[in-house]
């Protein structure tokens, strides 16, 4: 009553289910009253229960929570939280001896920290998944009711049936020639994901805030996970700068990748890490993906060095310039004039007044120009002055801090774009205004 809202947080739903699922699936029933059924059972009814609900807002089922459970749960129970409880009574009458229950509570979770970690690192932990449509969401829910009835009721099994949508997801993929190019909300860097029928490039990982958060986990990792991807063919990151390479290391942890390409070899070591050069293409089903920045020489570094890199199919092309600015930009308007022309341009620099020349924007002559900025963030950008020369040439201007992720899709001859925040708005929402 107090807070209506509540009903749409994903913790709401994930305790009450719980409650729900220990309910229907513990009383009422015959118990044999062993240790199983009073402390392994309710655990391996939660574990199934609750994994419709944890793969539609999280695309991932801890495989081995049963485990983690039958020994934390307990050990949290009978030792842990007495400690506490007793230490903080006896703190104020007896200060030493509630000081030294509350170390035994600490040092008691000291002592389950190794093994719970240990079951975290373990490959096959988690059970990574593709999101769920709704309906296949339900189909699951229908299937954990059915498995967990008495055990007494004939066709159980049937529950195992209700799963499979959701456990084995049917993928709507795109076709020959056809790409998907994403550019994500990662604040105030540049994070963008690129694909065909069969591959994935991701050009640029966001930046890394602190040592305990960065886009590569917060934003590229879950985007890729929700998508099912489970392979990266290519990985670019641009140059060395910290908002374009923070969240490498994070990414490539996390998913195996067959090429790397950079411009700045000091930002990570990895064994399939290449310089990226002018010249280097190739195809994957039927989409030309070619690095037309840096050339060979020494000339170019730091923003200046930055890849850059066309995706083209048919009459579309997407241009990302990463950071570069205008001599940079001259440099290309020399060399490949010809193929510059694209639908969609990731502005330079992300429309700092160092890039974004009138002669680079004429041979451009982008329809859609995005820039991948931080709302209100330190530096201004993009600066207005740089969206008014855009704008004079009639490209649409989109940003992700008021867009949110910025998708286009390419099928046959046109693009369908797609901005999350829109897409997704509700009425309790703000915008973000210009």
Same mark, same amino acid.
């Given at each position: 009553?107090?807070?209506?809202?509540?009903?749409?947080?994903?913790?709401?739903?994930?305790?009450?289910g719980a409650v729900m699922i220990i309910a229907y699936g513990m009383t009422c029933r015959p118990g044999p009253g062993n240790l199983w059924w009073r402390w392994g059972r309710v655990q391996l009814l939660t574990g199934i229960g609750l994994a419709p609900l944890l793969i539609?807002?999280?695309?991932?089922?801890?495989?081995?929570?049963?485990?983690?459970?039958?020994?934390?749960v307990p050990w949290v129970e009978l030792v842990v939280v007495p400690c506490v409880l007793i230490g903080t @009574? +006896? !703190?104020?009458?007896?200060?030493?001896? $509630?000081? &030294?229950?509350?170390?035994?509570?600490?040092?008691a979770l000291q002592l389950l920290w190794p093994?719970?970690?240990?079951?975290?690192?373990?490959?096959?932990?988690?059970?990574?998944?593709?999101?769920?449509?709704?309906?296949?969401?339900?189909?699951?829910?229908?299937?954990?009711? @059915? +498995? !967990?009835m008495p055990g007494?009721?004939? $066709?159980? &099994?049937?529950?195992?049936?209700?799963?499979?949508?959701?456990?084995?997801?049917?993928?709507?993929?795109?076709?020959?020639?056809?790409?998907?190019?994403?550019?994500?909300?990662?604040?105030?860097?540049?994070?963008?994901?690129?694909?065909?029928?069969?591959?994935?490039?991701?050009?640029?990982?966001?930046?890394?805030?602190?040592e305990r958060f960065d886009a590569g986990n917060a934003v590229l990792v879950p985007y890729l996970r929700h998508n099912g991807v489970r392979r990266i063919d290519t990985v670019i990151i641009s140059h060395g700068d910290n908002d374009h390479s923070g969240g490498a290391k994070a990414l490539l942890d996390q998913f195996p990748v067959d090429r790397f390409l950079t411009s700045s070899p000091e930002v990570l070591e990895h064994p399939a890490r290449e310089i990226c050069r002018d010249g280097l293409n190739w195809q994957w089903n039927g989409v030309e993906f070619r690095i037309i920045h840096p050339d060979a020489s020494d000339r170019f570094t730091g923003n200046n060095g930055s890849c850059v890199l066309v995706v083209r199919s048919g009459g579309q092309a997407v241009l990302l310039?990463?950071?570069?600015?205008?001599?940079?930009?001259?440099?290309?308007?020399?060399?490949?004039?010809?193929?510059?022309?694209?639908?969609?341009?990731?502005?330079?620099?992300h429309g700092s007044r160092t890039s974004s020349t009138p002669e680079f924007i004429h041979a451009v002559a982008p329809d859609y120009v995005l820039f991948p900025?931080?709302?209100?963030?330190?530096?201004?950008?993009?600066?207005?002055?740089?969206?008014?020369?855009?704008?004079?040439?009639?490209?649409r201007v989109m940003t992700t801090a008021q867009e949110g992720a910025i998708r286009f899709e390419k099928n046959g001859d046109g693009f369908t774009v797609m901005s999350y925040r829109q897409e997704n708005r509700r009425f309790w929402h703000t915008r973000a205004d210009d």
């Open positions: 009553i107090m807070d209506p809202l509540a009903a749409l947080a994903a913790d709401f739903w994930l305790s009450f539609l807002w999280f695309q991932q089922v801890a495989v081995l929570t049963v485990l983690a459970n039958i020994v934390a @009574i +006896l !703190l104020l009458p007896a200060p030493v001896a $509630g000081e &030294w229950f509350l170390q035994s509570g600490a040092g093994f719970l970690e240990w079951i975290a690192r373990t490959d096959f932990s988690v059970w990574y998944l593709p999101a769920p449509a709704y309906w296949s969401t339900l189909a699951a829910m229908t299937g954990v009711i @059915i +498995l !967990l007494g009721l004939p $066709g159980r &099994w049937i529950g195992g049936l209700w799963l499979t949508p959701l456990l084995f997801p049917a993928t709507i993929g795109l076709n020959d020639g056809d790409f998907r190019f994403t550019l994500l909300d990662a604040g105030q860097g540049l994070a963008a994901v690129i694909e065909t029928r069969q591959h994935v490039l991701v050009y640029d990982t966001g930046a890394r805030f602190s310039s990463g950071d570069i600015e205008a001599v940079a930009e001259q440099r290309i308007l020399d060399n490949h004039t010809d193929v510059l022309h694209a639908t969609v341009l990731v502005a330079s620099h900025v931080g709302y209100r963030n330190r530096f201004g950008f993009p600066k207005q002055d740089i969206i008014r020369r855009y704008q004079a040439t009639g490209a």
